[in-house]
């Protein structure tokens, strides 16, 4: 007997299989996570208006307040004006976990404002979950960077895999400076899907699959979609109905291709969940959506209301953890000997990064709920080179490692230099090597452990 073992929940019988990195790097992504959606809200960032490909059922020009619906936005954002955006909101809507880019256009046609607004992300909210939202014609080229700039969740739309199928959902493309159309265009557009989605996966970023559902074009097509997608190891499949309100001024729309009823797309769902895990909770959000899936409040954060000073940051951040912590523990943080740690690992599985060489540091809560993920900050490197682990900026870089980490009892590495080591010591945070290149939960549980009987023998013998 089959079973499905995602975080973001299962149609059919999927037997895709979860490992403990992909569940917690989902848990948080309300669009990945099936129970995440309850608890953790998006933010997307409309800074790309571009777009290289033209599909039938998109038309980026028009604009409701009221409209849920891909490509659709009120305020076009500079790479500034996003970011400031995002710590206003960040601040208001503490369970905020994730910041994306899904449009108007194609981020990856708008390739520097794009990776702009992802460095200024990663720089000013180092806490942050970041993500993507693309067509795929340019992933092989960019794969590196958004590994670099810490993306680890990205979408891509793909509709066929078919030539003969895909050159009727698509007008045109650009690619290199040159125009394509009808079959040669479709070809050209998978290929490069089929690169993007392959190398993403390999490099351990989680990868969800939106294919638009369109009655009498793709609908008999998107089984073979799932079962070619898990072979290349996507994390998800989000099949959505077409919308082609005449309205709306799409190509479909104006031609009359009709919409599917609500018990086709589920059958098809169904269908396609023996093969891969199925989003079930998808609001076709627009490209500027705030807050948690269902309820948009973008209209309550203008452009306008922005304020031109932010307030700092850190404090934001560390209340925000506690938040996230009693979330992810169900509340069993609060407790008074629970805490949050610090981890630099590699692949998410054992204690093995050097604290000088990390650039993130993996938070956990640790509490009668157990070893659970908070989240993960992004810090600048003590160590620039191994040659080089006493720079003369080492000093500032520690400082600003302090000021990330102050909200937690303890920091687990690899190895650590005497000078850090005494650093940690006296911001009140304890440095620990004793797990290196053991499993993280068993590690973390057992100090755990260990500091609650130290702190209860403290305590019965009137110790302070």
């Known amino acids: 007997m089959t079973s499905c073992s995602s975080p973001a929940g299962c149609s059919g019988q999927g037997s895709t299989r979860v490992n403990d990195t992909q569940a917690s790097k989902a848990a948080q992504h309300p669009c990945y996570s099936i129970s995440g959606h309850h608890r953790f809200a998006r933010m997307h960032l409309a800074v790309a208006p571009a777009c290289n490909l033209q599909c039938n059922y998109c038309n980026r020009k028009y604009d409701c307040s009221n409209e849920s619906r891909p490509g659709v936005v009120s305020e076009l954002l500079l790479p500034e004006q996003a970011v400031a955006k995002a710590r206003q909101v960040a601040a208001a809507i503490p369970q905020l976990s994730v910041v994306g880019i899904a449009g108007p256009g194609d981020p990856l046609a708008n390739i520097g404002r794009t990776f702009q607004t992802l460095e200024l992300l990663r720089q000013q909210l180092p806490d942050l979950k970041l993500c993507l939202s693309t067509n795929g014609l340019m992933l092989p080229s960019v794969i590196d960077r958004l590994v670099d700039v810490g993306v680890d969740h990205v979408t891509v739309t793909l509709n066929a895999l078919d030539p003969a199928i895909a050159e009727q959902i698509y007008a045109w493309l650009w690619f290199d400076g040159e125009r394509y159309t009808g079959r040669s265009a479709a070809q050209l557009l998978i290929e490069r899907q089929a690169e993007g989605i392959r190398k993403l996966t390999e490099k ?261």
């Open 204 to 464: 351990g970023i989680l990868v969800k699959i939106n294919s638009v559902l369109i009655p009498g074009i793709n609908d008999q097509h998107l089984l073979a979609v799932s079962q070619q997608i898990k072979q290349w190891g996507a994390f998800l499949h989000n099949i959505m109905p077409l919308i082609s309100r005449p309205e709306h001024g799409t190509v479909f729309g104006l031609n009359g291709q009709p919409e599917p009823e609500a018990d086709q797309t589920a059958a098809i769902r169904q269908a396609c969940g023996s093969s891969m895990p199925q989003m079930m909770h998808c609001q076709q959000c627009r490209a500027d959506a705030i807050g948690m899936l269902g309820e948009d409040r973008n209209a309550a954060f203008p452009l306008s209301a922005v304020p031109v000073t932010p307030p700092a940051y850190l404090p934001i951040m560390h209340q925000r953890a506690q938040l996230h912590a009693s979330i992810v523990s169900q509340g069993e943080s609060e407790e008074a000997d629970a805490c949050l740690v610090a981890v630099a690992s590699g692949d998410g599985q054992v204690i093995d990064r050097h604290f000088g060489h990390t650039d993130r540091f993996t938070l956990y809560s640790l509490s009668a709920a157990g070893v659970v993920q908070v989240g993960q900050r992004f810090t600048p490197r003590y160590c620039h080179s191994p040659q080089e682990c006493e720079p003369q900026d080492a000093g500032q870089d520690m400082d600003a490692l302090l000021a990330l980490l102050a909200d937690v009892q303890a920091v687990f590495c690899a190895r650590i230099g005497l000078t850090p080591w005494k650093r940690l010591e006296a911001a009140g945070i304890e440095p620990q090597i004793n797990g290196a290149w053991q499993p993280i939960e068993a590690v973390l549980l057992q100090w755990w452990q260990q500091r609650k009987a130290v702190t209860g023998e403290m305590t019965a013998r009137g110790v302070a």
